[in-house]
């Protein structure tokens, strides 16, 4: 296997950095900016500590519950508005609600209506929800007409139609909107964690960062929330292509 493509990759990451370090001299200022060192400084002290565990724990298990609520019940609304046309128009209002609040509307609500303790998990699920719901409605629509034309003439039922055409139709795009609601669902998490400041979770450190003014706190806690959300998508995305696959074997 070529290393050409790796070493492209760590020699951008490198350049990066470097130019990371060199804004920090040039600013030179700890409450403004701060470099890769004291990050990573940062970083490293707050590893060995329980209340880092705890509070990545929290937030990882809450957005995640979010998430994978928010894939539950989209892809399964998702199927049911492809198959009766009525319940999409009858969704249609809710989800362009959903897709048009600001973020920080659905969290003050759920602050007045929930509390702080279960805010990421309530506002993760409305912000992958709708993604989910339309990329699953347009991976069943993106079917093979032919095929299903074929499936009728021989009679297939629906669950050979389900496993062996709308599956690998659909599959492309939930991996797809995958991607993109993880992203969006860990964003908005952390930011109602930030407004709600609920104890033990990422978004209370980074409250807290911004009332010390700890930048390098900050920006480490930051990175925390880049490897987290990075190591949730991967596992998901695995266990969602090996569901796939096993879902092929008995086709």
């Known amino acids: 296997m070529s290393k050409g ?6 020699g951008i990451l490198l350049f990066w950095v470097v130019m990371w370090q060199i804004a920090d001299w040039t600013i030179d200022n700890a409450i403004v900016f701060v470099g890769p060192w004291d990050v990573a400084r940062s970083f490293f002290a707050l590893v060995p500590t329980g209340a880092f565990w705890l509070s990545v724990g929290g937030s990882l298990g809450k957005i995640s519950l979010g998430f994978s609520a928010a894939f539950a019940f989209g892809v399964v ?19 362009l609600l959903m897709k048009s609040v600001p973020v920080a509307s659905f969290v003050i609500l759920a602050l007045i209506w929930a509390g702080s303790k279960n805010l990421a998990t309530l506002i993760s699920f409305l ?3 709708p993604v989910l719901y339309v990329n699953t409605i347009a991976g069943l629509e ?5 095929l299903l ?34 992203g969006m669902g860990w964003k908005s998490g952390i930011a109602a964690e ?3 400041v609920p104890s033990h979770t990422i978004g209370e450190h980074l409250y807290m960062a911004k009332i010390y003014l700890s930048t390098a706190d900050l920006f480490a806690w930051t990175l925390v929330i880049i490897l987290a959300s990075g190591f949730f998508e991967k596992i998901f995305l695995l266990f969602l292509e090996k569901g796939a696959r096993w879902c092929f074997r008995f086709s």
Do not use: N, T, W
């Open 127 to 129: 912000v992958v929800f």
């Open 149 to 182: 034309e074929m499936a009728q003439v021989f009679s297939v039922g629906p669950a050979g139609k389900l496993r062996c055409i709308f599956v690998p139709s659909l599959l492309p795009y939930l991996i797809s909107g995958c991607r993109v609601a993880l």
């Open 77 to 95: 609304a998702g199927g049911l508005a492809y198959r009766f046309g009525v319940l999409r128009e009858f969704l249609a209002p809710v989800i």
């Open 194 to 196: 930030v407004i709600g």
């Open 5 to 10: 493509p790796e070493l492209r990759k760590a």
């Open 142 to 146: 993106s079917a093979d007409k032919k």
